[in-house]
C-alpha cells in the first residue's frame, strides 16, 4: 500500500464528516505517519457542502489537496461525490455514500436532483464503490453510526492495522462504543478485506 | 497513543492552530486573554477558556478587547487579545496608539485573516497593519509553529517593550498537525501598578516623544530580525529562490523541493540584509505571499530585482498547484472540470427563528439593511430577505443614512436586521445616532440568545461567561429605553402571523422603533432540551400551490409528480404538479409552515 496520500472527504454539513476524518487521522497518527488536516468552519457549516482535506506520509507540508491528487475520496453524499471531480484522476478511489440530501434548489422544487449523476464517474473511468452507511448504522442498531461504518470502508485501503482504528475509536468516541466499532467492522468487511 | 486533550502527556499531540495557540498561550503564562468570536479565529479563547491558569473573556468587540490586553500588559503581566482580520479595524483605534505606549507585560495581538473569504466579507491582508502601526509581526506557517511563535511572540514583546502581532489565516487556525508540548515560561516583567504616565498618558507632548522613542525600536527591531532564527533560509538549487512566509512557505516547499527558500517568521520588519545577500545568490527570485504585494513592495523598494504579482495571483488563497503553474507549468496534465450540480450554499436550519422575520420582511416593501451573522443568509432566495450587509453594526447606520437620504418618502420602507452579538458589538451607538438625530428607521434586534454562526459563544446578554459561569444578563428592552427610544416591543419570530402585524405597525411609523425578535437558536442545549413535536403533511390536503416552500426550510421538500402518480397518489387536484413533505427527520416542530399552509395539509404531530 502507498506510505503517502491524499484523502479528500466531503458531504453535507451535520453528516459526521469531521468526525469520520478525525479517527481516519488518529489511525494515520498512531500508524506512525506524519498527518494534516484542513477544513473549514462558520458560514460553510450551516447545512452546505462540507469538505475536508487529509494528507498523510513521512513528512507533510501543504495541507491542501492538488487539483487531480485526491488517492481517495469519502463521499457521504452521492452529489457530493460528483462536486470534488477536479481533485479527482482515473486511479482515484471513490466510496459513495449512497445517500440523497436534497441541495435547497430541490428540495424548493427549482431544480431536479440529477439521477444517475455517478455516471460523470464511470465516463471519466473512475472507479466508485458504493456503501449504504445508514443501512449499516441501522443493522447494528445506532444511526449515528453511518460515518463511522464508512471510515471502516475506507481503512480497508490503508497502511494501518484493523486493532489500530478499534484502539482508536474506542479512544476518542465518548458514547456507543460497541455500536461504532460494530459498525467499524461491518464497513470493512463491505469493502472486502 | 494521541489523545485530544492530554495536557499532562509530554509528547505529541494532534491540533489544530487555534488549538495550538491556546497551548502556547498556557505555555507562555499568559495572565489575561480576551477577544471576540470570528472566524477563523473563535477557538483560540474557546480553547484557552479549558486551561485553569489563564483569565480569558469574550469582550463585547474587539475594541474593548485589546484596550484589556493593552491595561493587563501595563499591569505587568502577559496579555493576549484575539480577533478575525475584519476585528482588527475595529480595534485599529487602541492598536496604533499601543505602539506609542509600548507593553510592559508581554502584549500579542493575534489577527486571523480569511483569504478567499470562506466566512467573511471581505480578504483584507492585515499584514498591512503591522506596517501602519508600526508593530513587529510574527507568522507561523502551521500548528506546531503557531505554538512556538506565539511563546517567541511573548519574549520579543518583552525584550523590546512593544506589543507584537500574530497573523494566522484560516490554513493555519483550521488546519490540524502534530504539535508537541514544551516547557512553560514566565514573564520576565514584575507584575503590579507602575505609574509612567510619560509613557503611558498620550497627549501630544509625551505622544511626540514616544513617537521618536518608537522609531528607536523600530530599528532594533530591524538589526533583530537579520539574526532571529524565524527567519531561515533553505539553501537549495540557486537557480530559483523564493521568498515566502506563513502557509504560502509550505505551498513553495510542495511545489518546489529542489529550490533555495528564504523562509520570513517574521513579517514586519523585515531583514534588509538578509533579503539582499539571499537575492545576490539566486539567479531568479520569486516572491510568494498571498493576497498583497507585501513582501514585493518593500523588496523592490530596497532595489532589488524580482517577480511577484505578475505571476502570483493577489486574489483568494494560494496552493503548491497555483504557484507550480503560475512559475513552471505542469506539462500534459489534464484536471477533469468540474460539472454542473444544484450548488449546496449554507443555509438557515430547519426551525430557525430569524425565517420567521425574514418571511415576513419579504411580504413587505422595505430595504432591509442586514449584519454579520447567521441572518445574512436571509439574502439567499426564496426569503431574499435582506439588501445590504456592509461589516458588524452596519445595519443602524446605513438604515439611517437611507431614510435621511430619502427623507419623508422612505417613512415606512426602512429596516435594519441586527444579531443579538452583534447589537452589542456595535449596533447600540447605531441606534443612539437614530434618536440623537430624530430618524425613523426599525431595528429588529434578532435575539437568538447567543452567538451562533461562530458556533454559539455567550454574549453579554446570555448571562453566562466563556466558562459558563453566571452573569448578568443585557435587558434589550430597557437599553433601548434608556437611549430614547418609545416604541420597542418583543415579538415572537415564529408566530408568523402577529410578527406581521407588528412589523407592520413599527415600520410604519416616522419616529425610531425597537422590535426585539427572541427565540433561542434551534442548535442551543436550551432549545434542543425543549424538543417539539415536527410538523407532518397530508398528501391528500396538499393542493401543491407552494406557500410553504416560500419559507426556504430545508425539511420542507417538494416531490414533482406526473399526472399519473397524482392520480395514483390521490393527490387532491389531477392537474396537480407535485405535493410537499415534510422530512420529520429533520423537522423541529417550530410550526411556522403550519400558519402558511391555508388547506390544513400541515399540521404539528401528536407526541
Same mark, same amino acid.
Given at each position: 500500500m502507498k506510505e503517502n496520500g491524499n484523502i479528500l472527504f466531503c458531504g453535507v454539513g451535520g453528516q459526521g464528516i469531521l468526525l469520520a476524518s478525525e479517527i481516519t487521522a488518529y489511525g494515520l497518527i498512531e500508524a506512525g505517519f506524519d498527518v494534516k488536516k484542513s477544513e473549514v468552519h462558520g458560514m460553510a457549516q450551516r447545512g452546505g457542502s462540507v469538505v475536508a482535506h487529509l494528507r498523510y506520509g513521512d513528512k507533510v507540508y501543504s495541507p491542501l489537496i492538488d487539483p487531480g491528487t485526491a488517492d481517495i475520496e469519502l463521499a457521504f453524499e452521492i452529489i457530493e461525490a460528483v462536486r470534488y471531480l477536479p481533485f479527482l484522476n482515473t486511479d482515484s478511489r471513490v466510496i459513495v455514500n449512497t445517500q440523497k440530501i436534497l441541495p435547497p434548489g430541490v428540495a424548493t422544487g427549482k431544480m431536479e436532483y440529477p439521477e444517475n449523476i455517478l455516471k460523470e464517474l464511470e465516463k471519466r473511468k473512475i472507479e466508485y464503490i458504493p456503501a449504504d452507511g445508514f443501512a449499516i448504522a441501522k443493522s447494528v442498531g445506532e444511526i449515528r453510526t453511518a460515518n463511522i461504518a464508512l471510515v471502516g470502508v475506507l481503512s480497508a485501503y490503508l497502511p494501518v492495522p484493523e486493532e489500530v482504528f478499534i484502539k482508536v475509536i474506542t479512544g476518542h468516541i465518548p458514547r456507543k462504543v460497541d455500536e461504532n466499532i460494530k459498525a467499524f467492522r461491518k464497513g470493512r468487511k463491505l469493502a472486502g478485506t | 497513543m494521541i489523545k485530544k486533550n492530554n495536557r499532562n502527556n509530554n509528547d505529541n499531540f494532534w491540533l489544530s492552530g487555534n488549538e495550538a495557540i491556546a497551548l502556547g498561550a498556557s505555555e507562555a503564562g499568559v495572565k489575561v486573554a480576551s477577544g471576540y468570536p470570528g472566524t477563523p479565529s473563535t477557538e483560540i479563547l474557546e480553547n484557552l477558556a479549558t486551561y485553569k491558569d489563564v483569565y480569558s473573556e469574550w469582550a463585547p468587540n474587539e475594541k474593548v478587547a485589546l484596550e484589556v490586553a493593552i491595561g493587563a500588559s501595563f499591569a505587568g503581566v502577559r496579555a493576549l487579545a484575539t480577533m478575525k482580520h475584519v476585528g482588527v479595524n475595529v480595534a485599529a483605534d487602541p492598536l496604533f496608539t499601543a505602539s506609542y505606549t509600548g507593553s510592559r507585560g508581554g502584549l500579542v495581538i493575534i489577527t486571523a485573516d480569511d483569504p478567499e473569504m470562506h466566512s467573511s466579507q471581505n480578504e483584507q491582508d492585515n499584514r498591512n497593519y503591522a506596517f501602519a502601526a508600526k508593530m513587529p509581526m510574527l507568522e507561523p506557517s502551521d500548528p506546531s509553529e503557531a505554538k512556538e511563535f506565539l511563546k517567541k511572540a511573548f519574549s520579543i514583546s518583552e525584550e523590546f517593550g512593544s506589543p507584537v502581532l500574530l497573523r494566522v489565516t484560516t490554513r493555519v487556525s483550521h488546519v490540524k498537525g502534530l504539535v508537541s508540548t514544551g516547557n512553560k515560561e514566565a514573564s520576565s516583567v514584575k507584575a503590579g501598578i507602575v505609574k509612567d504616565p510619560g509613557k503611558l498618558v498620550m497627549l501630544p507632548a509625551n505622544a511626540r516623544k514616544q513617537r521618536v522613542e518608537l522609531e528607536k525600536r523600530l530599528k532594533k527591531l530591524e538589526n533583530f530580525a537579520e539574526t532571529f532564527s524565524y527567519n531561515r533560509i533553505e539553501w537549495g538549487d540557486k537557480k530559483t529562490g523564493f521568498i515566502t512566509g506563513g502557509i504560502s512557505y509550505l505551498y513553495v516547499k510542495n511545489a518546489f523541493p529542489e529550490a533555495s527558500i528564504l523562509k520570513l517568521g517574521m513579517t514586519w520588519p523585515m531583514p534588509e540584509k538578509m533579503i539582499k545577500s539571499f537575492a545576490d545568490q539566486v539567479d531568479e527570485l520569486y516572491i510568494v505571499e498571498e493576497l498583497d504585494p507585501f513582501f514585493e513592495l518593500h523588496i523592490k523598494a530596497m532595489g532589488i530585482d524580482c517577480k511577484g504579482k505578475e505571476v502570483i495571483p493577489a486574489i483568494g488563497e494560494l496552493n503548491q498547484f497555483i504557484i507550480k503553474n503560475a512559475i513552471d507549468p505542469i506539462k500534459n496534465q489534464t484536471v477533469f472540470d468540474s460539472v454542473e450540480l444544484p450548488p449546496r450554499p449554507p443555509n438557515m436550519c430547519p426551525g430557525c427563528p430569524h425565517r420567521g422575520i425574514f418571511y415576513n420582511l419579504s411580504k413587505l416593501d422595505v430595504f432591509v439593511a442586514g449584519d454579520i451573522g447567521c441572518y445574512t443568509l436571509g439574502f439567499l432566495p426564496p426569503l431574499s430577505a435582506i439588501d445590504s450587509c456592509v461589516c458588524m453594526g452596519a445595519s443602524i447606520g446605513v438604515s439611517h443614512g437611507m431614510s435621511k437620504a430619502m427623507g419623508e418618502k422612505g417613512i415606512g420602507k426602512m429596516v435594519a436586521v441586527i444579531g443579538d452579538s452583534t447589537f452589542i458589538h456595535s449596533g447600540i451607538t447605531g441606534l443612539v445616532n437614530i434618536v440623537y438625530n430624530n430618524g425613523y428607521s426599525t431595528v429588529i434586534i434578532l435575539d437568538n440568545r447567543t452567538t451562533a454562526m461562530t458556533g454559539h459563544q455567550p454574549n453579554p446578554a446570555t448571562g453566562v461567561t466563556l466558562q459558563g459561569d453566571a452573569a448578568p444578563a443585557l435587558d434589550f428592552e430597557k437599553l433601548c429605553l434608556a437611549i430614547g427610544v418609545k416604541n420597542v416591543v418583543k415579538v415572537n419570530p415564529h408566530d408568523i402571523e402577529s410578527t406581521y402585524k407588528i412589523l407592520k405597525q413599527e415600520i410604519d411609523r416616522p419616529e425610531p422603533s425597537v422590535i426585539i425578535a427572541q427565540a433561542p437558536c434551534v442548535l442551543l442545549p436550551e432549545a434542543k432540551k425543549d424538543k417539539k413535536a415536527p410538523c407532518t403533511t397530508d398528501l391528500k390536503e396538499c393542493t401543491g400551490c407552494g406557500a410553504c416552500l416560500k419559507l426556504g426550510c430545508p425539511a420542507i421538500q417538494w416531490n414533482p409528480v406526473t399526472a399519473l402518480d397524482a392520480e395514483k397518489l390521490g393527490l +387532491? +387536484? +389531477? +392537474?396537480?404538479k407535485g405535493y410537499a413533505r415534510i422530512d420529520e427527520l429533520l423537522c423541529d416542530g417550530c410550526g411556522q409552515c403550519v400558519t402558511l399552509c391555508k388547506f390544513e395539509a400541515i399540521t404539528k404531530k401528536e407526541i
Open positions: - | +387532491k +387536484k +389531477k +392537474k396537480q
